[in-house]
């Protein structure tokens, strides 16, 4: 079995700070995911990667930015954290070029904006 | 654009009841691929239960939904609700593409089982 790692698990950053969040997964897949968990909003996709060094938006990738340099890992940056913001992120993985196939998700980090 | 709509935010039932979860979605794509997802409290979501075939049931861990697309239904059951169902239920759509593959979300709806 693989997991996924994700660093820090709390963050706590002041208004405007830029922010970065780490993920990294030993299950070999190729593809990797960056989503925002809100109460009543679900889960939305910030960004995700199908392989290293690619990048593809998604539907919520204005304020953010992503990185993949390595095919384990996938760092998400908030450009400019924003004033009583508190999200839950979660990473996930999974082999790319499979229709049906199934997400792994990390433990998330939780980002208090003060 | 795609979407998955969970008309539920919260529903509350005690032990015993049957359990029925909402899921509706839209879509171009002729052949969605629905999921469920599971998050009890402090853990990460899990796979619950996918399906790709139209009116076919699908079953897990006592649950089972069955993919009707002629109604873009893809709805969560289960006969007698258990205390430790309580948990955040995601219904979910795979968008496959020559970009890559992505799920999209629905909201989320919460169940809490009461003794």
């Known amino acids: 079995g693989g997991i996924i790692t994700q660093t820090p698990k709390f963050l706590i950053g002041q208004e405007g700070q830029k922010l970065t969040l780490k993920c990294q997964q030993n299950?070999?897949?190729?593809?990797m995911y960056w989503y925002r968990q809100d109460s009543g909003k679900g889960l939305r996709l910030i960004y995700y990667s199908i392989t290293e060094n690619d990048l593809q938006k998604g539907d919520l990738s204005e304020g953010y930015d992503a990185s993949r340099e390595k095919k384990s890992s996938f760092s998400l940056t908030v450009t400019s954290a924003q004033k009583n913001e508190m999200a839950v992120f979660l990473c996930?993985?999974?082999?790319?070029?499979?229709?049906?196939?199934?997400?792994?998700f990390g433990h998330g980090t939780k980002l208090s904006v003060l | 654009g795609d979407s998955v709509t969970q008309t539920e935010g919260l529903v509350t039932l005690t032990e015993g009841l049957p359990v029925m979860l909402n899921c509706t979605y839209q879509?171009?794509?002729?052949?969605?691929?629905l999921f469920w997802y599971v998050q009890h409290l402090n853990e990460s979501p899990r796979l619950l239960l996918k399906s790709f075939t139209d009116n076919k049931r699908t079953e897990h861990q006592g649950f089972h939904a069955t993919l009707h697309k002629s109604s873009s239904s893809f709805h969560l059951q289960k006969s007698s609700a258990q205390l430790s169902d309580s948990a955040l239920y995601y219904c979910a759509l795979s968008l496959s593409s020559n970009m890559g593959y992505k799920l999209t979300f629905g909201t989320g709806t919460s169940l809490l089982v009461d003794p």
């Open positions: 299950f070999n897949h190729d593809t």
């Open positions: 996930a993985s999974s082999i790319a070029g499979t229709d049906n196939e199934r997400l792994f």
């Open positions: 879509t171009i794509y002729s052949n969605p691929f």
